[in-house]
């Protein structure tokens, strides 16, 4: 029976099977609260999702060098640490978890009123595809395109600073970064395709190539920014 963060694990181990030699996962984080009284950022990790990270570390390949990113959100990072130390604690050697702004809702500009716009729309898909037909004001959401290209380029600049091979960047971010990237990139709609929880995207270079894969489909070629 399968677990969340199986299908990401099915992606790294596919690349390493393909000869890659450094992996970028940008992954939703792990099981969280709902918690209606408080703001939706604050909702913690429930106990279930704790241990589904700590089973996601323990099952990657130990010749891994993990380096973690994780949203400031602390469902993110602690999704990250506990991925790192289930990794470690079963002789996997890792670097330490960073929070960075750029696996937040960095796209959200008035995070009050793109709430109220998701309780209107009836939920978050159907506001999702409201931004991408670019019907949300630029002052609620920036453009999905541009949130799109920006997280692209993030999570692929990765590849450009190694510490060891192999390995793998583990950046935890939000259910609302995977399905902007899964539409904008991939052509992978949020009404057809769910994010669940430790899904993920991978990013990884091949002789000179940037790609792109989720576990939908085929890697997609992608072209970086110039520096």
């Not at 790294?12 to 992954?27: E, F, K, P, R, T």
């Not at 939920?123 to 920006?150: H, K, N």
């Not at 390995?167 to 669940?196: E, G, K, N, W, Y």
Request: one cysteine or more; aromatic letters at 8%.
């Amino acid at each position: 029976m399968s677990e969340f963060g199986d299908t990401s694990l099915d992606l790294v181990n596919s690349a390493l099977d393909a000869g890659v030699q450094h992996i970028v996962l940008l992954m939703r984080h792990s099981a969280r609260e709902f918690e209606p009284g408080i703001h939706d950022l604050l909702n913690p990790l429930t106990g279930e999702g704790r241990e589904l990270s700590s089973r996601f570390g323990e099952l990657l390949p130990k010749n891994l060098l993990l380096r973690g990113y994780a949203s400031p959100a602390e469902r993110c990072l602690d999704t990250a640490n506990l991925i790192l130390d289930g990794h470690q604690a079963k002789g996997g050697q890792v670097t330490r978890v960073r929070p960075v702004e750029a696996l937040g809702v960095f796209y959200v500009l008035d995070q009050m009123r793109m709430f109220k716009g998701m309780q209107d729309a009836g939920g978050q898909v159907a506001q999702l595809e409201s931004w991408f037909r670019e019907e949300i004001g630029t002052d609620i959401m920036m453009p999905a395109d541009l949130a799109a290209r920006l997280m692209v380029e993030f999570a692929a600049a990765k590849l450009d600073r190694p510490l060891a091979t192999p390995q793998l960047d583990v950046l935890v971010s939000h259910d609302m970064t995977l399905f902007t990237v899964r539409d904008r990139i991939l052509r992978q709609s949020a009404a057809d395709f769910p994010v669940d929880f430790l899904d993920g995207l991978i990013f990884f270079a091949q002789q000179g190539q940037y790609f792109l894969q989720s576990h939908h489909g085929e890697p997609l070629q992608i072209t970086r920014s110039p520096a």
